[in-house]
């Protein structure tokens, strides 16, 4: 592996806390990735990817710089990657999965405040992120207070657009979002100095949607029983589709699909006919967070689907290709991202319909709902979650943790007694 360091200093990063950082890594995915057994051979990507993950891509990314291309930096999934790529930006996600970057972040932040804001924001004050390095540009959104306020903290000194997100999907809250999107078009309009024709508008939208049917092959797969692929491997895949080149992402999962489709023939699993299938729903899992899906898949169950932005939410709904103006198109956008069903939104029952939904086609056995600490909005939701599920009959375990393991054999023992009395 080439040594980075001369880029990283470059970057202006912390070396010493970087090492660290990079020192745990290996032995994490060593234990948890790469002990498991019969895994696709198209997973070999992803490895190395993560093998070299403040590397590869973001030497990628200076090269693109130093070609004139600007990089931006996001945090959700209601940010139209469309309007970016098509104004030949590169969009990389920011949210922070590890614990190691929470202290910087508390350092600014309340205690209080969901690990995921917290490592974010550590990660860019820590200077342990060469992705908070490069990116030229942060585009936020009006989502949680948290984030709303980390905003605020991050804007001041990396050039930051917040997206002012409806909160319910009325008409004319979907009105108002593409009223933003078309707001967000000019600031990246301005930023890149590129036009975003209907052309190219055109062409940015088929281009992520062919991501979003790649990926979406791939968890059609998991509906198979035996489970052709782990639900940790799926999970990784989808945390580095945030970061990844679009197209090569969708090359990438379709050559995963295509083996998983010969494993489905070939009845091929990666655990035997008959385990216990799991779907976890909730807050998202930024990457490097594997936490629970170890914990699930090394107390004899399966993972089989996610219910949350790093699975399901990144991929459904295509966006109409077919309005061949800028208006159109815009409003096209506008309709797929408010078809996302956040905790943010008021009402939201449209994620209970989608979780129901997941759990017939991905036939799941149980349902564990995953609640980061401090996120009020999911947590609240959990109670309407949990009472849909038992009146469908299906078992469900609420957790609420964080990025630490501090209490990982503690939840062990209640997901091991969850998976038995399935
Ligand atoms: S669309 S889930 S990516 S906002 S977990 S930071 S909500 S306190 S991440 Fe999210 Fe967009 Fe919604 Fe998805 Fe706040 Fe909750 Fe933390 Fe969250």
Redesign the pocket.
Same mark, same amino acid.
């Given at each position: 592996m080439a040594d980075r360091h001369e880029m990283w200093k470059e970057l202006g990063m912390d070396l010493e806390a970087h090492d660290t950082l990079c020192s745990v890594l290996p032995q994490a995915f060593g234990d948890i990735y790469l002990s498991q057994k019969n895994r696709p051979e198209g997973m070999a990507f992803w490895d190395m990817v993560v093998s070299d993950i403040h590397g590869i891509r973001p030497a990628e990314l200076i090269e693109a710089q130093k070609q004139g291309r600007k990089v931006f930096g996001t945090?959700? #999934? @209601?940010v139209p990657d469309e309007i970016i790529v098509a104004a030949d930006g590169i969009v990389t996600g920011l949210?922070g999965g590890s614990q190691f970057w929470v202290p910087a972040g508390e350092q600014v932040l309340p205690k209080s405040?969901?690990? #995921?804001?917290k490592a974010s924001v550590g990660a860019r004050i820590g200077r342990t992120c060469p992705f908070f390095r490069i990116a030229d540009m942060y585009v936020g959104?009006t =989502?949680?207070?948290?984030?709303k306020k980390a905003y605020e903290i991050l804007g001041r000194d990396v050039p930051m657009h917040v997206m002012d997100m409806p909160q319910m999907k009325r008409p004319k809250d979907i009105e108002k979002w593409a009223g933003e999107i078309k707001d967000f078009k000019a600031v990246v309009e301005e930023f890149t100095g590129n036009e975003v024709t209907p052309e190219k508008l055109h062409a940015a939208t088929v281009l992520l949607n062919k991501r979003r049917k790649a990926l979406e092959r791939v968890f059609a797969c998991r509906k198979a029983d035996p489970a052709p692929i782990s639900g940790k491997d799926a999970l990784l895949m989808m945390q580095i589709a945030f970061f990844d080149d679009p197209q090569r992402c969708a090359d990438m999962a379709n050559a995963l699909a295509d083996e998983l489709e010969k494993r489905i023939a070939d009845g091929v699993g990666v655990a035997p006919a008959g385990t216990k299938r799991i779907l976890l729903a909730g =807050?998202?899992m930024a990457i490097p967070n594997w936490k629970m899906h170890h914990l699930v898949e090394t107390s004899g169950a399966v993972v089989v689907c996610e219910e949350?932005?790093t699975g399901t939410?990144y991929f459904e709904h295509q966006v109409d290709e077919t309005p061949t103006d800028t208006d159109g198109q815009i409003m096209a956008l506008a309709q797929r991202y408010m078809k996302?069903n956040?905790?943010?939104f008021t009402p939201n029952t449209g994620r209970i319909d989608d979780l129901l939904r997941l759990c017939k086609e991905y036939k799941v056995d149980g349902v564990i709902d995953v609640n980061?600490k401090?996120? =009020? #909005? @999911?947590d609240t939701e959990s109670r309407d979650v949990q009472a849909a599920l038992k009146d469908v009959g299906i078992p469900s375990l609420h957790i609420e943790t964080d990025y630490d393991d501090h209490d990982a054999e503690q939840l062990r023992t209640r997901i091991g007694a969850f998976i038995e009395m399935l």
């Open positions: 945090f959700c #999934l @209601y949210c405040m969901c690990s #995921l804001i959104e =989502t949680c207070d948290g984030k =807050t998202p949350c932005c939410r996302n956040c905790a943010c980061l401090f996120c =009020t #909005l @999911y």
